[in-house]
């Protein structure tokens, strides 16, 4: 099956290309993003809805009649959602680019105000908290811009690319890896962010996330654990290659993302396997990688305690015993 385009309207330059992904998805949770995004302040000539069915086996659009003048829907064999938004940044022409996922929304008011940083403000970045909240209460302070290396070097990452809007001129060549089925924001984040000069962090709760029924947390699926394990490792070392070639001033700030992703999936590997076997396993793989021990770093309170107890026999079993 050939990848199939659908024009449902006639946009030059907007400033925001929403792409949006759904695979199966519910006929409602599609209806409740798209009409999140119609109902903001920014005009038909100002937006552009890309819709990127990953093959869903019966095509939405039947049941979106009322938003086929505000789409463009494209559809492609089943990939996967890296390349489902590869497929849309293609084809995006807006200045910024916002990823939602399907069955999540935006928050009015909350992201109104990103909205206005975009307008005034010459981001290149502007970052949002994600939400299980419906309330709508955004934080109206307009925080200091930095760079990206700056913004890496003092703050945690959020993992999801759905939780900032950046500047579509700061892409470059970059796209998420095809075949990646977990892992694909943690590494596309960080390069994403390296490039940005100006990076506005807000406190507003702009994103409604749906929790995830098919997500690793709530799957027994040995074969999914270790397919994403696997994947957050592939990761993890892609971004450690990524050293050499970057500029000096950045290695500081991807060498601290480095070590958090570490930390993550040395935490999933305790909580999805519950074996000591598998960790001691997984840590002598690491050690080989030059990834372990931890770096002796005070990034965050919970990064220094894991590191304490991952570096002995019997912090390995606190936290297995933690976990459990």
């Known amino acids: 099956m050939q990848n199939q385009q659908t024009h449902t309207q006639d946009?030059?330059?907007?400033?925001?290309?929403f792409i949006v992904t759904t695979y199966n998805l519910p006929a409602n949770y599609l209806k409740e993003c798209l009409e999140s995004i119609t109902q903001l302040s920014l005009n038909p000539k100002e937006r552009e809805i890309i819709l990127v069915d990953d093959g869903s086996d019966v095509c939405p659009l039947n049941?979106?009649?009322?938003?086929?003048?505000?789409?463009?829907?494209?559809?492609?064999?089943?990939?996967?959602?890296?390349?489902?938004?590869?497929?849309?940044?293609?084809?995006?022409k807006g200045k910024f680019i916002q990823f939602v996922d399907g069955d999540d929304y935006l928050i009015l008011s909350a992201y109104e105000h990103c909205l206005d940083i975009v307008r005034y403000h010459q981001p290149d970045i502007v970052t949002f908290e994600l939400s299980q909240s419906k309330e709508d209460e955004p934080?109206?302070?307009?925080?200091?811009?930095?760079?990206?290396?700056?913004?890496?070097?003092?703050?945690?990452?959020?993992?999801?690319?759905?939780?900032?809007i950046f500047r579509r001129a700061i892409l470059g060549s970059l796209q998420f890896t095809p075949g990646l089925v977990y892992g694909e924001d943690e590494e596309f984040t960080p390069q994403l962010f390296l490039r940005a000069e100006r990076i506005f962090k807000t406190q507003s709760e702009a994103y409604y996330y749906r929790d995830n029924k098919n997500s690793i947390t709530h799957q027994a699926d040995q074969e999914k654990i270790a397919l994403h394990m696997d994947n957050n490792l592939e990761v993890i070392l892609h971004l450690q290659g990524l050293l050499d070639i970057i500029p000096v001033a950045d290695r500081q700030a991807l060498n601290r993302r480095i070590a958090q992703l570490t930390m993550d999936y040395l935490y999933n590997n305790i909580r999805l396997r519950h074996s000591l076997k598998s960790l001691n396993h997984t840590i002598k793989i690491l050690r080989e990688h030059g990834l372990y021990p931890l770096p002796n770093k005070d990034y965050t309170k919970k990064y220094i305690m894991f590191r304490k107890l991952i570096s002995t026999y019997l912090g390995r079993l606190i936290l297995l015993c933690m976990t459990k």
């Open 11 to 17: 946009i030059q330059t907007p400033l925001v290309s």
């Open 63 to 92: 049941e979106l009649q009322e938003y086929l003048t505000d789409i463009i829907y494209l559809r492609q064999p089943n990939q996967g959602a890296s390349v489902a938004r590869n497929y849309g940044m293609q084809l995006a």
């Open 139 to 164: 934080s109206y302070e307009l925080p200091t811009p930095v760079s990206g290396t700056e913004f890496m070097n003092n703050n945690n990452l959020h993992g999801s690319a759905c939780s900032y």
